[in-house]
């Protein structure tokens, strides 16, 4: 089944260790879509500004990712400059400019407006329930939170938790959202706020998941080599929800290999700057991936054997 | 089969945001060989001081840990004072005072040297040393780090390293003692140096596990409740060495089970002070979070459905 995101386009310049990349394919919705993709098919809702590079369309479209609802405006493409530490879980934000983004208010086209899977990326709470009103009869609808908006707009935030399935947040987020620093206790106390299901992203250490089915945690996958963690959350928001949709359905099992899925889109997406990875990635590297990331997590269950 | 320790027992003085608690049980051994008796026996080889209490003398021996070759000295039994931060990763050591430690050379006894498992705790590798001279033919020792010696016994660790089969340390540790801030890096630049397994400990986050068979990532159980971080990576060698030298036998899956229940018990020792929760602790407790934590980690491996 098809997947409707609503998330931002950009060119970022991002600093690591391992150099620079700039002014290279960015945002969340990029990362999203393309991760998605792999899995099931894929639409966007985003602006862009006149500076936008066709190439880079063509580069969604290619790969089948619905771009219709791509709006263009006059000014500039949102830019955001990042430089991450040796120690890549932290990074400073050099430069951020919104341009185009600011006003801008996400209308969906009618076919997406019937879309079943929805995916609100990190905005403004009232933008997302202006998306959420847009939406007919969503199955499933998952949104990611970003600190600036909880600190910022709790009664807006309040009305979106209950309308959405599916909440993505990282460890801090979890905290700051409910006042707990326990994150067993910050996890039940979202639930709690409405959405069914809490993935609680660690970056290097991996997801937290809470349902009314229990918990389920699974590590990063090890890497050797990290070029640049930039849109790591977003990959596996893409191969989490991409499963999602593709099965159509929803169980305990169906959630926790979407949960492995999206682990697994978002080891490759760090290995490369930008989009790099993700544009030569093949299926039989996300299926061998997914074995191998199924095999360092099993716990094998050996039981005593005769002394 | 039976498990000797070379460890430290100490009255520790832990101040945590959940209290404080003063002049209580502490040491790598005790947290190990009480951890480790719930599932093999166990000889302790330690020093203490006049002082010492015969009641936890009694405590051990009550729970079929052997003390024999525990050691009265005239002097202190050691002491360590600290305090954790609110994020229980961190603390400060406010005060260490080694006492009947310093000077302490381990000699083991005669049924002790042929023991077929030995866990090293953290200690000068001269002493580590020390004791695998005195080990007659053991099928598997393990041993800890700690950075002091890293740092400041580089060519003792280099000769114990070959004679070990399993290496445990921190994710700090093994970067200091490879130089390599990447944990994969780390990990097989250990398997280098001689030990055939390497355990890195990353706290809340859970244990990752090298050897020639590959990668085994498990995460920590997730408690709601986190009383008390001291001992957390002992109690986790005790369950871990306990479950091997209860089977006998190695096997990845063996390994990877061990590491399993060494997760477990350390999941229950943070839950309160000092050994106050593993006193209380009984087996089936034990084996109902073995299989809550195999609940934790399995990703189910749902595959794709008809749509």
Redo the contacts between chains.
Sequence with gaps: ?SIVVVGFLAYDTVETAAGTAEEVMGGGGSYFSVSARFFSPVSIVAVVGMDYRQSDLTFFSERGIDIRGIATREGKTTRWHGRYH??LNKRDTIKLSLNVLENFTPELLPDQRRADYAYLAPNDPDLQEHVLDQLQSPKLVAADLYDYWIENTRPGLARVLPRIQILLCSDGEARLLTGE?????AGRAILKMGPETVLIK?GE??V?QFSKE??????AY?????VDPTGAGDTFAGGFMGFLA????M????L??A??YGSVMGSFVVEDFSLQRLEKLTWEEVEKRYRA?????????????S?
Tied chains: 1, 2.
């Design positions: 089944m040796e120690d620093h326990n994150l067993v206790k660690r250490y991996g937290l229990g918990m389920f945690a699974v590590p090890p890497l050797e080599e990290v593709r099965n159509g359905r169980s305990e099992s169906i926790r290999t949960v492995v990331f199924v095999e360092l997590t099993d716990s094998h269950h050996a039981r005593w054997t002394q």
